[in-house]
């Protein structure tokens, strides 16, 4: 099994004066038989450092180790890795049996052998029956099954994945997610695995590392960055629908900390203002206020008023959908983007027989416990003490 290391590891395309950097200076530890995901989104350089550690590219600068070993020149063939893309490839002219069982063909391995391993590792991903199949014959879920199996028949010591469900439907993907889930626990190879569907990185990696723009942004388990998100990227990049941000001003009364913005106050006592920084240092100052949607309260004497539109009911309660008097922030790929003054979106989770009233305001409080407040300029979370880039396994 495989620990990866990435030592300063830096990847830049082109040269002055135009060079991409793909890949900023990155640190990573992964540790063996860890779940560990790649996720951000479109162009911030989750498959180059895939293919890096793949050794399917060369870093700039810094160093792959595996075990312990510097492999950063050593080619993908040295590294015994497997790599499974967005479309699995498989041979058309070959049956899935003879597709698993290619790579031992190859080496040379006795029939019976590699007959006994095609159904053992078929019946792990649940495609043992489908062996005399081709692959015209499979659905695209049962396909990236197949492209599984004839990746786990290797033994790697180290699975990447590219995004290896993109192409699949909704429903295929959730299947496939808690199969991988129950493979990889079970072989317990370390696996790095690349998406920029939070869903997925939430619910499959045992860490997961945020990247934006080059660089891992927060690194840590799902529930970590859940709960304590660095910025208010990593804040609205998991989670969904995303955290509600939007524009505030801070007053310190009596210790306590007002928040406004248009008519609307909020006051947070001083025990949970202590957890923002205190009411004094944020006296005076611009904030982001950022609550998930099930972080509210509906309250007809709450003293937050928003105007509901619509609801989508999506089972255990319904979200609904509502406009306030201020501007939203959204986190953006290279930035923050703010809405007019007067129509910042929302997005309230209220139970499912909660009947709202499009004609009439709706009132909310909000549990002060899970409202985070970040800087209107980058974006950071104010918090009492700076919280850590990393965070343990
Ligand atoms: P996606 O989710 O869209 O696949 P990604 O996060 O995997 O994106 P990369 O493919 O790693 O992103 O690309 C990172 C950045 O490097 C992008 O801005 C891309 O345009 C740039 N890039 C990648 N390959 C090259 C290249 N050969 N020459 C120049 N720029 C490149």
Not at 83 to 88: A, E, G, N, P, T
Not at 126 to 151: C, I, K, W, Y
Not at 174 to 192: D, H, K, M
Not at 237 to 260: C, I, K, Q, T, Y
Request: glycine residues 8%.
């Amino acid at each position: 099994m495989t620990t990866i290391e990435l030592r300063g590891v830096t990847k830049v395309h082109g040269t002055a004066p135009t060079p991409v950097v793909a890949v900023a200076p990155t640190d990573l530890t992964i540790l063996d038989g860890e779940f560990f995901v790649l996720i951000g989104p479109s162009g911030c350089g989750k498959t180059t450092l895939l293919r890096i550690i793949a050794g399917i590219e060369h870093p700039t600068r810094g160093d792959v180790v595996l075990d312990g070993q510097v492999v950063t020149d050593v080619g993908a063939r040295g590294r015994d890795v497997a790599m499974i893309f967005q479309s699995s490839a498989l041979y058309p002219n070959l049956t899935v049996a003879e597709n698993i069982g290619f790579s031992l063909r190859l080496a040379k391995v006795k029939r019976r052998v590699i007959a006994q391993r095609v159904h053992d590792v078929a019946s792990m991903v649940s495609v043992d029956h489908l062996l005399d199949r081709f692959p015209r014959q499979l659905s695209g879920g049962e396909g990236q099954r197949v492209a599984m199996a004839r990746t786990l028949i290797r033994s790697p010591h180290l699975f990447l994945m590219d995004e290896p469900m993109s192409q699949l439907d909704a429903k295929l993907r959730t299947e496939l997610r808690a199969e991988l889930v129950r493979v990889q626990r079970q072989v317990g190879v370390t696996t790095v695995y690349v998406t920029h569907d939070q869903t997925e990185a939430m619910s499959m990696g045992h860490r997961i590392a945020v990247m934006r723009q080059g660089s891992v942004v927060q690194c840590g388990t799902p529930e970590h960055l859940y709960r304590e998100p660095v910025d208010l990227f990593v804040a609205q990049f998991l989670g969904a629908p995303p955290m509600n941000a939007w524009v505030a001003s801070a007053h310190a009364s009596d210790g306590a900390l007002e928040l406004r913005w248009g008519a609307q106050r909020l006051v947070i006592d001083e025990r949970s203002a202590a957890r923002h920084g205190g009411a004094r240092a944020l006296d005076g100052r611009e904030v982001v206020i950022g609550l998930r949607p099930d972080a509210f309260v509906i309250d007809p004497v709450g003293p937050i008023v928003v105007s509901p539109g619509f609801a989508e009911q999506i089972g255990p309660h319904q979200l609904v959908h509502a406009t306030l008097a201020a501007s939203s922030v959204r986190a953006v790929d290279d930035g923050y983007v703010r809405s007019s003054e007067h129509l910042a979106p929302l997005i309230v989770a209220a139970p499912s027989g909660y009947e709202y009233d499009p004609w009439r305001a709706m009132h909310l409080d909000v549990d002060r416990e899970r409202l985070m407040l970040f800087d209107p300029v980058d974006g950071r979370r104010l918090t009492s003490d700076a919280l850590a880039v990393s965070s343990p396994a």
